[in-house]
């Protein structure tokens, strides 16, 4: 079934680095812009990343833009978010997230992978 | 940036009762752009809506949504226990950033 699986999360000290990684199956990957969503414990939902199909279009948010890489490796059905300099405020749940193809929504996300920063 | 503010922050309704949450635009969103979203506790968000109007796969039809410019609405016709949750709209532009409102909680009464 169409399934998008996060993995990487956990304990990081301020400044240090984590990269997420999102496994998609049950549909072409490659066919699909990806989103990574963060949500802060008891807060709503921020959106933090795009990337393109092809990965040629890439945005990021005001709050992480310098920090975080986002990228996908087609051939492994593949979506990544490297955070650099992480800080207390980074520490969310992140969650991937498909674009449908013939709309404007996210129609497939993962269950999310839990990022800690704390001393 | 889009800011999208949503009301009221909580409902406390009763099963079959009728649910009416507003999101209001800070600037016009053309309606193919705007989505609603429910979530569970622990668990992802789910998309109900789309084109602000559209349902998404799978959606029962209690759930509808209307709108156009800055004033969109989601309406759930007869809650079902199964609803209660939070609900999410967004905006999907044409230009980064994409956001989100900050929700409103749906409780059973």
């Known amino acids: 079934q169409v399934q998008l699986v996060e993995s990487g999360g956990g304990l990081v000290k301020p400044g240090g680095s984590l990269r997420l990684s999102c496994a998609a199956s049950?549909?072409?990957?490659?066919?699909?812009?990806m989103n990574w969503i963060r949500q802060a414990p008891g807060k709503g939902l921020e959106w933090v990343s795009y990337i393109s199909s092809g990965g040629h279009n890439i945005y990021y948010a005001d709050s992480v833009k310098g920090r975080f890489t986002i990228s996908r490796d087609n051939a492994k059905n593949s979506l990544y978010l490297q955070m650099n300099s992480l800080r207390a405020e980074d520490t969310a749940v992140y969650y991937c997230?498909?674009?449908?193809?013939?709309?404007?929504?996210?129609?497939?996300w993962g269950q999310g992978t839990t990022v800690t920063v704390s001393s | 940036e889009i800011v999208l503010t949503q009301s009221p922050g909580t409902l406390s309704l009763s099963p079959g009762e009728r649910a009416t949450l507003s999101c209001r635009a800070s600037q016009s969103v053309s309606s193919r752009y705007l989505a609603w979203y429910q979530q569970k506790p622990g668990q992802a968000p789910r998309l109900l809506i789309h084109?602000?109007?559209s349902r998404a796969t799978g959606i029962p039809d209690r759930f509808s949504g209307s709108g156009s410019g800055t004033d969109f609405t989601l309406t759930i016709s007869r809650l079902e226990p199964e609803d209660f949750g939070v609900y999410y709209c967004h905006q999907y532009g044409s230009l980064p950033p994409w956001t989100f409102g900050q929700g409103t909680k749906v409780e059973i009464k």
């Open positions: 997230a498909r674009d449908s193809t013939v709309y404007y929504g996210m129609d497939v």
């Open positions: 049950g549909f072409t990957f490659s066919d699909n812009y």
């Open positions: 084109g602000a109007s």
